[in-house]
């Protein structure tokens, strides 16, 4: 019997289609809107308004929110046991 050596793709195709959604659902729709105040904000597809605020602009939280919602959906379909950087529930640790 011969010993399969192909190693495993770099992305599964389930993380791959989570990321892929995430970044389907969570785009910037219409205009930024300027207020006289100097407030911005535009509507993110997800139902979000995304803001700047008096230490980030409208640009930094596009891209946290873009990034908080691959986080998300990647971690959904990650594997139970693979290390992880922020704590998780007990189900999804190393073992």
């Known amino acids: 019997m011969e010993e ?9 195709a389930t993380m791959h289609r989570a990321k892929t959604r995430a970044r389907a ?5 219409g205009q930024a809107r300027h207020h006289p105040d100097g407030s911005a ?3 993110c ?3 979000m308004v995304l803001t700047n605020g008096p230490q980030w ?9 873009r990034a908080e919602a ?4 990647v971690s959904e379909v990650a594997p ?14 190393p073992r």
Do not use: F, K, N, W
Request: proline content about 9%.
């Open 57 to 65: 602009s409208l640009d930094e939280h596009i891209r946290l929110h």
């Open 80 to 93: 139970a046991g693979m290390p992880r950087l922020i704590p998780v529930g007990a189900d999804r640790r």
């Open 70 to 73: 691959r986080y998300l959906a």
């Open 45 to 47: 597809s997800c139902g």
């Open 25 to 29: 659902s969570h785009v910037t729709v």
């Open 41 to 43: 904000e535009i509507d």
């Open 4 to 12: 399969s050596t192909a190693s495993p793709p770099a992305v599964s």
